[in-house]
């Protein structure tokens, strides 16, 4: 198998760890194939857009959803490190306003699957960081939404080093309690 897929304790997130072939002069991995992603998910989804950041440390960014048109997302750094956080936002789920973190770095090539009716979003922990995802459906700004990143209903805990870098949309972020949320989408 070209990945090695771990489930995590909020059901439908993942963590895929490709096979990485190295030796003195590098190293080479498929880093998304979708025949093989399918095999090993189980999903069949299709990606339409890919995105890119950089980040200096201390930058977090999220907790960010759609509240129509609910992307999934399948996220990795290329460079530096992020501590990444799934959101459960789905209301028939058993999961609804837990949480879930896993470091993603260039060094372990861990990728994250996050299902639609997820918040997201990642804190940079190394002194910069590059973070690559893609989505299964497009951006739409008027759909957008923001959770607090540290709304203490929900008790993420972040490993900051003092406050983080926000933007202005992330300090107006609300509350889990107050918060827009999926009444149903499938656990996939």
């Not at 399918?38 to 857009?49: I, N, R, Y």
């Not at 799934?86 to 993603?104: C, E, I, M, N, Y």
């Not at 260039?106 to 639609?116: G, K, M, S, T, Y």
Request: with cysteine; charged share 20%; hydrophobic share 40%.
């Amino acid at each position: 198998m070209p990945y090695t897929v771990t489930p995590t304790a909020l059901h439908g997130v993942l963590i895929l760890e490709p096979k990485v072939f190295g030796d003195a002069r590098g190293f080479f991995f498929e880093s998304f194939n979708a025949r093989d992603f399918a095999q090993c998910t189980g999903l069949d989804v299709q990606f339409v857009q890919d995105n890119h950041s950089k980040s200096a440390k201390g930058v977090l960014r999220g907790l960010h959803y759609q509240i129509a048109h609910p992307q999934g997302k399948l996220v990795r750094v290329t460079q530096g490190e992020v501590f990444d956080v799934a959101v459960d936002l789905r209301r028939s789920s058993p999961g609804f306003g837990k949480w879930v973190g896993v470091l993603l770095s260039a060094e372990n090539n861990r990728q994250l699957w996050i299902p639609p009716g997820f918040a997201h979003g990642f804190l940079v922990t190394s002194d910069s960081a590059e973070f690559l995802y893609k989505t299964t459906d497009y951006w739409y700004p008027e759909h957008e939404r923001s959770l607090l990143w540290n709304d203490p209903g929900i008790g993420i805990d972040w490993p900051l080093e003092g406050e983080p870098l926000l933007a202005a949309k992330d300090a107006a972020a609300v509350s889990l309690a107050v918060a827009p949320s999926f009444a149903w989408l499938p656990q996939r």
